[in-house]
C-alpha cells in the first residue's frame, strides 16, 4: 500500500474532497489527522476510519488563525513524530459583485484559501522527512471563472503561483509541492452554490465524484509522482475544454 505508516494531514477533512482523500489515504495504510472547524463532520470521518480498522485523529482548527494551525501541527508531531503528507483542502466562496463586497469578506476567503496554505507550508514543512509531499487543492476558477465568485477565483490562482514557487524552494529538502484543479464535483460545495442555483454557472460536461478528486491527490501525495513537482493537474471531465 502507498501509504503504510505515512502521516497524512488533510484540511477540510470532514466532508466532500477532503473526507474522501482521508479514507484513500486510511484505506492505503495512511495515518490520517483530520482538520476541519465541524467538529461533527471531522469526527465523523474519523469514525469512518476507526471502524475500518485504521488510524485517525481529529484536529478542530479554524484555518484562518495562525496559532490554531500551529496547535494542529504541534498534536499531529506529538501523536505520530512527523508528518509525511498536506493536503490543503479548506476552503470557502462568497457569492457578491466586487463593488458590493464586504472588505471583511474579501480577506476571510484569502484567509480560508490562501493563507492557510501559506501557514500549513510554513509549519508542517519542517516537520517532514526526505520524500514528503504537499497537495493544494485548486479550482478550474482559476483558469475560466464566472461574476460574483472573483475573491474564490483570485485564491486560487495565488494558490498556483504560491505552489510553482514554493515547489522550488523546498526542492533541496526533497518534499515535492503540486496542485490538483477540480472542475464540478458532487459536494455541497457545488449544489449550494447560488450562482449554480441560479443557472449562471451551468456545470459542462461530466459532474466528479470526491472520490475522483481524491484519487488524483492520493497519486500526487505518493511515491508514484516521484518525480513531479511545482505543476498543476485538471481533474474536471473535459470542463475547461466546453467552456468558450
Known sequence: MRFTDKVCVVTGGGSGIGKATALQFAREGGRVAIVDL???????????????????????????????????????????RRIDVVVNDAAMMTFKPVLELPDDDF????????????LFCKYAVPRMPAGGAVVNVSSVHAYATTKNVVPYAASKGGMEAFTRGFAQEVAPRKVRVNCVAPGAVDTPMLWNNPNVKSGVEKPEGAIGKPEDIAAAICFLASDEARFITGTNLTVDGGRLDALP
Open 38 to 80: 465541524n467538529e461533527q463532520h471531522g469526527n465523523g470521518t474519523v469514525q469512518d476510519i476507526l471502524r475500518a480498522k485504521g488510524q485517525a485523529l481529529f484536529a478542530k482548527c479554524n484555518v484562518g488563525n495562525p496559532e490554531e494551525i500551529k496547535a494542529t501541527v504541534a498534536t499531529v508531531v506529538d501523536r505520530w
Open 107 to 118: 480577506d476571510r476567503v484569502l484567509e480560508v484559501n490562501l493563507r492557510s496554505v501559506f
